[in-house]
C-alpha cells in the first residue's frame, strides 16, 4: 500500500478538492482507495465527496479509543454514495468530524501511535487489500502534519500563485531537507500550482515566470502541473471525475496527470 498525502503550507490552495478527486480517480482506474481527512481543526472532505448517509465513527472517536469495533466502523464505503458506484475499484472514506465539541484528548505521542497503527493496519487487514492510502494533511505544521509526514511514501505539496504560498512552499521545502538529514525522513515529492488564474495581462505572464523560477532555482524541481482555475469549483467544491461537468476539462486532465503519477510510485 502506497501512502500518499496533499499538502500546502497555506490554505485557500483546493487541496482537499484536488486530494478528493485524486483519490476518486484512482478508484476509476480499478484501484483500491482509502482517503482520509486528518485536517481534523478544518475538515472538509465528507463535503466535497458529498457524503449523504450517516458516517458510524471519525478519526477523531478512533483517536480516542483504537479498538476492533471502532475500526470495523471507521471505513466508511464510498459506494454507498450513488455517484462513485460506477468505480471498479474499492473506495473508502475515514473522516473527520466536523462537531467543533469533539476535540481529540490525547498527547501527541499517543496520537502520532495511534496513526501510524492504523495505516499498518489499513495496509494488512483490510479485505480487498488497499493501493493506495491518500491522506488530506492540515496545513501548516502541526504534530498531526508532521506524523502524516512520517507515515507517507510521496507528498504532493500544493501552492498557488502568490508571494505568501510561493514562499512558504519554498520554506517547506527547506524544512523537509532538514528533516532528512536530522531525522532521516525518507519522503519524495512533488510541486502542484493549483488554483491558476487565466492570464489576461503581460505582467501576469510575467509574475507567473518569476515565481516558476524561483520555485524551481529553490526546490531544484520542475512543476508536476498546474490545475486551472475553475470557476465552477470556487461555488461548489465536488468531485469532478467522472462527470460531465462543462468548462472543468482542463481542470480533470491536471488531476488525472497527478493520479498518474501516483501509478508511477
Known amino acids: 500500500m502506497k501512502v500518499i498525502s496533499f499538502y500546502s503550507f497555506k490554505g485557500g490552495t483546493g487541496r482537499t478538492t484536488t486530494t478528493a478527486n485524486v483519490a476518486t480517480d484512482l478508484a476509476r482506474r480499478n484501484k483500491n482507495v482509502v482517503v482520509i481527512d486528518l485536517d481534523i481543526d478544518g475538515p472538509g472532505l465528507d463535503t466535497v465527496l458529498a457524503v ?32 462513485f458506484r460506477k468505480f471498479p475499484g474499492a473506495l473508502y472514506f475515514i473522516g473527520a468530524n466536523l462537531d467543533v465539541q469533539s476535540p481529540v484528548d490525547a498527547t501527541t505521542d499517543i496520537v502520532d501511535l495511534i496513526i501510524r497503527n492504523l495505516i499498518r493496519t489499513l495496509a494488512d487487514k483490510t479485505d480487498p487489500k488497499i493501493d493506495y492510502c491518500i491522506i488530506d494533511s492540515q496545513s501548516g505544521y502541526t504534530d498531526l502534519s508532521a506524523t502524516v509526514l512520517d507515515v507517507s511514501d510521496h507528498l504532493f505539496l500544493l501552492s498557488k500563485f502568490s508571494r505568501q504560498h510561493i514562499i512558504g512552499t519554498v520554506l517547506y521545502h527547506r524544512l523537509l531537507n532538514h528533516l532528512k538529514i536530522t ?4 519522503l519524495d515529492f512533488d510541486v502542484v500550482i493549483s488554483v491558476v488564474p487565466e492570464i489576461t495581462k503581460p505582467r501576469e505572464e510575467k509574475l507567473r515566470a518569476e515565481y516558476l523560477t524561483f520555485i524551481k532555482k529553490n526546490t531544484k524541481q520542475e512543476i508536476l502541473v498546474e490545475i486551472p482555475d475553475a470557476s465552477s469549483l ?16 482542463q481542470v480533470t486532465q491536471a488531476f488525472r496527470a497527478i493520479s498518474e503519477r501516483c501509478l508511477k510510485l
Open 52 to 83: 449523504k448517509n450517516e458516517i458510524p465513527i471519525y478519526i477523531q472517536d478512533y483517536l480516542k479509543q483504537p479498538n476492533e469495533a471502532n475500526y470495523k466502523m471507521l471505513l466508511y464505503d464510498l459506494k454507498k454514495e450513488k455517484h
Open 183 to 186: 531525522k532521516n525522513l525518507v
Open 234 to 249: 470556487k461555488w461548489r467544491e465536488e468531485v469532478i471525475i467522472g462527470k460531465s461537468t462543462p468548462n472543468v476539462r
